[in-house]
């Protein structure tokens, strides 16, 4: 048995020690009014949409690319589900409808940067503005409420999509409220993208185009392919989310649904400790990094600090989770 | 007094030393040559002397005083020019001469036309570098070095890629400087050129100067070689005869416009072939091409009598051809990843069991390959940055022989590799092409084409100029060919 290196143990786990820091500063302030059971649950239903559209943003990173179109695709992919839903009052219907357009929402960035060979930059900011101009123009500029067109209400029996998200489990004493399903939905998905991260080796694929796209290629691994499902697998888990959010809310709108969240997903990623040039990083690390932001966001509200001030708190922790990466990159090197 | 004086100078990689006490000196007003195989440390000590490494312990004197690099040019083999620019605003780059806002042209032009006659060249310094062929642009960097006022200006194989005409205009600019009070170090693999055109030699093997010494009417290129590759590694009984199987590739009528063109060959089961020639002689972009990494191409490639068209490096894999390919660290490893996932990396989807990597088929492999080409790996969790070169170098190797190939081809494959971890990598050839793999070998080190090739292919600025059996596979032969001659 080798010794144990806390060295490395912190270097791989930053994330993780960043939001136990942080947790104990938050208690330290605010006392049980920040550390108690339903407002740990508050937190992290808050920020289960971001994080599971984190989960994407992460294989994207890893595999050397970025994805800026994240945020206009929950809009209109969320836009698609219930209107889905409103027109043929089948459920499963909308659900399909999500994932058919994520994934296709992925391919067409998939396929225009590895077949084409634009930058994954260009493509997605072009499809951000695409899938949000899109939306804007379908629904006029405004949103669609679930069982509802204009203001009357249909003839469908479909408020049990609202389930979807509200449901709340293990209702007791302790957790009055219960512990709703969508926090279950991110826990999962987080396991099951570690899992395939690190032990397929379509996983491991991903990991060895992002650190050497050429190697790879050199090394027989279907780049172009690879690429490509890595931005569907990212297209599906953000259909996904956005089935969270339609569900949570029974609403979308086209001007301001999943506004900023491909930044939120991004700034996850960082704090998670994945490299921004591609080839190392963990979903689990991305999960904590969620959390980061989800707590410090609760505990400037728990303050009564300005809530126009998360965005400069949030940003700032990026900077400085960058700054680490760097730090710690260079003395990996010393080694 | 001496020009350049280095005593006791060391310098260590992580465990590796690479100098072992080096003392290395250069007369002023001489042209001195630095010989050694690949790995035997030249370019660590002329880095060193160049202030580009730092070294671990030794002193450095420039002209009896204290290191100075303000006095020592480095010319290295990647030239530094930048081509859409004329050759006075190359040399004075970064540091333009300016009549108040506006650039001065007319000084820096009629400065450059008085640096460039110092060496006996007339050449318009309007003219724009990519206009320039290679000798020019060796002259251009020299000319960047006089004008800094350097006395010691280092070069870094300046021939490869140079004709003889060429090469000859070189050498006449080398003697005009010299015969000024200049001293030159001339890194070189080609032998002939250091009996033209050196006035002293040093030899460096394994980190340590094993000769040194005046070339007079009675050196001889054999003398030199014998001190480069030393007497005491064992380079007899590399090679075995073997039976050849029937042909199992043939390339035919191959093309691809500025790179290769009409190339035609054949290899044969258990055959380790050779293919060599100097710097853009299109061995590495012919070879990329028939491994699928550098389609299209015009012609066909032809694996046991059926067309394969290369589309990609995997159709390659599927027809069972592996590929080592040069520069391991931007096209071998991939730093990210630990040993077992590089050596696997090309059939990890055929060690899952529902979609899930199998550990232990995983270990087994790992262990398989550390077992037969000896690998000194610790433990396989590593990453395999965490290896020497020449362990890596064999990882690369493993993962290519890993994908059950019946042709492997190999570019530069002993490159920053020590000596007898070459020897090592050559046996494992060997005995592997007994087993019925067929190799080709792009290299340019003949001894190492002559340690394990059946045959060798001399290539010329992109084409197939001669066919060598073992006899033929001279140095003299191969460098006569490689450099545009006719037998």
Same mark, same amino acid.
């Given at each position: 048995m080798k010794n144990f290196n806390y060295k490395q143990f912190l270097i791989e786990n930053s994330a993780f020690v960043t939001f136990v820091l942080l947790l104990i500063i938050a208690t330290a302030i605010m006392g049980t009014t920040f550390f108690n059971i339903t407002n740990f649950v508050n937190i992290l239903f808050n920020n289960t949409i971001v994080g599971i559209i984190a989960l994407g943003a992460t294989i994207i990173i890893i595999s050397g690319g970025i994805d800026l179109s994240v945020g206009s695709a929950t809009a209109l992919t969320g836009l698609i589900t219930i209107a889905v839903i409103n027109a043929t009052g089948s459920i499963a219907l909308g659900v399909m409808a999500a994932f058919a357009a994520g994934i296709f929402m992925g391919l067409f960035n998939g396929v225009l940067i590895s077949y084409f060979r634009i930058p994954a930059f260009i493509v997605t900011l072009g499809a951000m503005q695409i899938f949000r101009s899109l939306s804007l123009h379908y629904w006029n500029g405004g949103g669609i409420i679930l069982g509802r067109a204009g203001g009357t209400v249909l003839d469908i029996d479909v408020l049990g999509f609202r389930d979807f998200s509200n449901t709340r489990l293990f209702t007791s004493e302790l957790l009055p409220n219960g512990l709703p399903l969508p926090v279950f939905y991110w826990i999962a998905l987080t396991i099951l993208l570690a899992v395939f991260c690190k032990k397929t080796a379509l996983g491991r694929h991903i990991y060895a185009i992002g650190s050497n796209e050429r190697a790879a290629n050199l090394s027989a691994v279907k780049v172009k392919q690879v690429k490509v499902f890595v931005y569907m697998i990212a297209g599906g888990l953000m259909a996904f989310a956005a089935l969270v959010e339609a569900s949570r809310l029974g609403s979308m709108n086209s001007a301001t649904s999943g506004t900023l969240y491909e930044l939120q997903a991004i700034a996850a990623v960082v704090i998670g400790g994945t490299a921004m040039s591609g080839g190392r990083g963990r979903p689990i690390g991305t999960f904590f990094g969620t959390l980061t932001l989800g707590v410090i966001n609760n505990l400037m509200n728990l303050m009564g600090l300005p809530s126009f001030l998360v965005g400069a708190i949030q940003g700032s922790i990026v900077i400085i989770a960058v700054l680490f990466q760097m730090s710690v990159s260079k003395m990996q090197k010393q080694f | 007094?001496?020009?350049?004086?280095?005593?006791?100078?060391?310098? !260590?990689?992580?465990?590796?030393?690479? *100098?072992?006490?080096?003392?290395? +000196?250069?007369?002023?007003?001489? @042209?001195?040559? *630095?010989?050694? =195989?690949?790995?035997?440390?030249?370019? +660590? *000590? %002329?880095?060193?002397?160049?202030?580009?490494?730092?070294?671990?312990?030794? &002193?450095?004197?420039?002209?009896?005083?204290?290191?100075?690099?303000?006095? @020592?040019?480095?010319?290295? &083999?990647?030239?530094?020019?930048?081509?859409?620019?004329?050759?006075?605003?190359? #040399?004075?780059?970064?540091? =333009?001469?300016?009549?108040?806002?506006?650039?001065?042209?007319? +000084? %820096?032009?009629?400065r450059a036309s008085e640096v460039l006659g110092r060496m006996g060249v007339d050449i318009n310094p309007y003219t724009m570098v990519s206009e320039l062929n290679p000798s020019y642009k060796q002259i251009t960097e020299i000319a960047r070095a006089l004008l800094k006022e350097a006395q010691v200006i280092i070069m870094d194989e300046p021939t490869t890629s140079l004709t003889e005409v060429e090469t000859e205009l070189i050498f006449n600019v080398m003697r005009t400087l010299r015969d000024q009070g200049i001293s030159l170090i001339f890194i070189s693999h080609k032998l002939n050129e250091v009996l033209e055109v050196c006035d002293s030699y040093t030899i460096l093997r394994d980190g340590e100067v094993v000769a040194t010494g005046k070339v007079s009417e009675e050196l001889t290129e054999k003398d030199l070689s014998t001190h480069m590759v030393g007497e005491e590694v064992n380079t007899e009984g590399i090679y075995k005869t073997r039976e050849l199987g029937e042909v199992?590739?043939?390339?035919?009528? %191959? !093309?691809?416009? /500025? =790179?290769?063109?009409? $190339?035609?060959?054949?290899? /044969?089961?258990?055959? $380790?072939?050779?293919? +060599?020639?100097? #710097?853009?002689?299109? /061995?590495?972009?012919?070879?990329?091409?028939?491994?699928?990494?550098?389609?299209?191409? =015009?012609?066909?490639? @032809?694996?046991?009598?059926?067309?394969?068209? %290369? /589309?990609?490096t995997h159709t390659a894999m599927t027809n069972k051809i592996a590929y080592v390919p040069k520069n391991r660290k931007e096209n071998g490893i991939i730093a990210d990843l630990n040993i077992k996932e590089n050596l696997a990396l090309s059939v990890l989807s055929k060690i899952q069991s529902f979609g899930i990597l199998k550990n232990s088929t995983l270990e087994k492999l790992t262990n398989d390959y550390v077992k037969k080409l000896d690998i000194k790996a610790g433990d396989t969790n590593n990453l395999i940055t965490s290896l020497s070169g020449g362990n890596q170098q064999k990882i690369v190797l493993a993962k290519a022989l890993c994908s059950n190939p019946s042709v492997v081809i190999l570019d530069n494959p002993t490159q920053g590799v020590d000596v007898g971890a070459k020897m090592e990598i050559y046996r494992q050839i060997i005995s592997l092409s007994e087993q019925g793999y067929s190799f080709i070998i792009l290299s340019n080190e003949v001894p190492e084409l002559q340690r394990t090739c059946d045959r060798v292919y001399v290539m010329f600025q992109g084409e197939i100029r001669q066919e060598f059996n073992r006899e033929e596979m001279t140095e003299e032969n191969i460098m006569l060919i490689s450099t545009g001659g006719k037998l």
């Open positions: - | 007094m001496f020009a350049v004086e280095m005593k006791g100078i060391k310098k !260590s990689f992580s465990a590796n030393y690479v *100098l072992k006490d080096v003392n290395f +000196t250069v007369e002023k007003g001489s @042209i001195h040559a *630095l010989l050694g =195989e690949n790995g035997a440390g030249k370019s +660590t *000590l %002329m880095n060193i002397l160049g202030n580009i490494l730092h070294k671990d312990d030794g &002193q450095i004197l420039v002209y009896g005083e204290s290191f100075d690099d303000k006095k @020592i040019a480095f010319i290295h &083999q990647e030239l530094s020019l930048v081509n859409d620019l004329n050759i006075f605003e190359n #040399l004075y780059l970064g540091k =333009e001469l300016k009549k108040g806002f506006l650039l001065d042209k007319k +000084t %820096m032009s009629h199992i590739l043939e390339i035919k009528n %191959m !093309s691809k416009e /500025r =790179e290769y063109k009409n $190339v035609n060959l054949n290899l /044969r089961k258990g055959e $380790v072939l050779g293919v +060599t020639g100097l #710097l853009g002689d299109g /061995r590495t972009e012919l070879f990329a091409s028939v491994y699928g990494a550098n389609p299209p191409y =015009e012609g066909k490639v @032809i694996i046991e009598g059926k067309e394969v068209k %290369m /589309r990609g």
